[in-house]
């Protein structure tokens, strides 16, 4: 018996679900959950009272994002904002529009094509634990350059400090993306989050990985940072040029905002979801609606 055609707004309700449902399962994987049932809120009015007619139609509002999580622009699709990331083929998501988005690499640590002081906020989430520390400064020179005089860069990435302490006192717990994988070892799911490539865990890697009794020696030797360097010095960029959901570096509050300073931002200061200094970086559909237990939050200002 044949199944009755569902009409075409069924079907493409159809097809949303079960892209959305592929989407939140990947993610799911890597240790993130999206917030369910977020109203949309349009807030266009409030992008013109506080930034004028010409900053929105302009789309003076920059997300730029690494080629890591969910789709193009990391799931932010905000109609006043442009979106940079990778132009790549995303299986689950919404690709490249060059009518709206820009296309970069800022892995490749070459220049963003927007011009100096036109930028009214900038935003990055989920993307710096995907690229080398040198792309990362490059990148906060280039958020710095871009942005207005007074202008706020928000950026939201990984604490794998906390990993460390959750690793150190062996609380295998605490990697609840792991929870299903028993046979996954502390320190292979500890080296995964922020060196994934150096890992036993992924199927393509390193020529050399490394091994849960190296990684006891590793953080038995060295000191904390020296050890996480150690560890993501074993990743090799060429496969992060592959492989860009994978995790290449990492970070600490005191990390994050030494490299924002020496980008040249004086006012650095650590935040919490929805907790932005600008008020329209406080609505959660567009804005800190992917979670994870170690995340860290910090704004820095265009003085």
Same mark, same amino acid.
């Given at each position: 018996?044949?199944?009755?055609?569902?009409?075409?707004?069924?079907?493409?309700?159809?097809?949303?679900? &079960? #892209?959305?449902?592929?989407?939140?399962?990947? $993610?799911?994987?890597?240790?993130?959950?999206?917030?369910?049932?977020?109203?949309?809120?349009?807030?266009?009015? /409030?992008?013109?009272?506080?930034?004028?007619?010409?900053?929105?139609?302009?789309?003076?509002?920059?997300?730029? *994002?690494?080629?890591?999580?969910?789709?193009?622009?990391?799931?932010?699709?905000? @109609?006043?904002?442009?979106?940079?990331?990778?132009?790549?083929?995303?299986?689950?998501?919404?690709?490249?529009?060059?009518?709206?988005?820009? !296309?970069?690499?800022?892995? +490749?640590?070459?220049?963003?094509?927007?011009?100096?002081?036109?930028?009214?906020?900038?935003? *990055?989430?989920?993307?710096?634990?995907?690229?080398?520390?040198?792309? +990362?400064?490059?990148?906060?020179?280039?958020?710095?350059?871009?942005?207005?005089?007074?202008?706020? &860069?928000?950026?939201?990435?990984?604490?794998?400090?906390?990993?460390? $302490? !959750?690793?150190?006192?062996?609380?295998?717990? &605490?990697?609840?993306?792991?929870?299903? /994988?028993?046979?996954?070892?502390?320190?292979?799911?500890?080296?995964? /989050?922020? !060196?994934?490539?150096? *890992?036993?865990? =992924?199927?393509?890697?390193? *020529?050399?990985?490394?091994?849960?009794?190296?990684?006891?020696?590793? &953080?038995?030797?060295?000191?904390?940072?020296?050890?996480?360097?150690?560890? +993501?010095?074993?990743? @090799? #960029?060429?496969?992060?040029?592959?492989?860009?959901?994978?995790?290449?570096?990492?970070? +600490? @509050?005191?990390?994050?905002?030494?490299?924002?300073?020496?980008?040249?931002?004086?006012? #650095?200061?650590?935040?919490?979801?929805?907790?932005?200094?600008? @008020? =329209?970086?406080?609505?959660?559909?567009?804005?800190?609606?992917?979670?994870?237990?170690?995340?860290?939050?910090?704004?820095?200002?265009?003085?």
């Amino acid at each position: 018996m044949r199944l009755k055609q569902l009409p075409e707004a069924t079907n493409k309700r159809g097809i949303k679900y &079960f #892209v959305k449902e592929k989407a939140f399962n990947l $993610i799911s994987k890597t240790g993130y959950c999206l917030k369910p049932l977020i109203v949309p809120k349009n807030d266009q009015e /409030h992008y013109l009272k506080l930034y004028g007619k010409k900053s929105v139609e302009g789309r003076k509002f920059y997300n730029i *994002s690494a080629g890591g999580h969910f789709d193009f622009g990391c799931g932010i699709h905000h @109609p006043c904002w442009t979106n940079i990331d990778l132009d790549r083929e995303w299986k689950y998501g919404i690709t490249f529009n060059p009518e709206k988005d820009i !296309a970069h690499d800022i892995l +490749t640590c070459s220049p963003i094509p927007v011009e100096s002081n036109s930028a009214e906020l900038i935003y *990055s989430r989920l993307s710096i634990e995907h690229i080398t520390d040198e792309a +990362t400064l490059y990148m906060f020179k280039e958020a710095k350059r871009m942005l207005k005089k007074g202008g706020l &860069f928000r950026v939201n990435t990984l604490n794998n400090y906390l990993d460390y $302490i !959750a690793f150190k006192n062996n609380d295998r717990d &605490f990697f609840y993306w792991f929870k299903n /994988h028993k046979a996954i070892s502390i320190g292979q799911a500890f080296l995964e /989050h922020f !060196a994934a490539s150096a *890992s036993l865990i =992924v199927e393509e890697g390193a *020529s050399e990985r490394i091994t849960d009794e190296e990684m006891k020696h590793i &953080f038995s030797t060295l000191h904390y940072e020296e050890a996480m360097e150690y560890c +993501t010095s074993r990743c @090799p #960029v060429e496969l992060q040029n592959k492989y860009r959901r994978r995790h290449i570096n990492w970070w +600490t @509050p005191e990390k994050l905002e030494k490299m924002l300073k020496s980008a040249g931002f004086k006012t #650095v200061y650590l935040s919490s979801a929805e907790q932005s200094m600008a @008020p =329209v970086l406080r609505n959660e559909y567009y804005f800190d609606n992917i979670n994870n237990k170690t995340m860290l939050y910090m704004e820095a200002i265009n003085d």
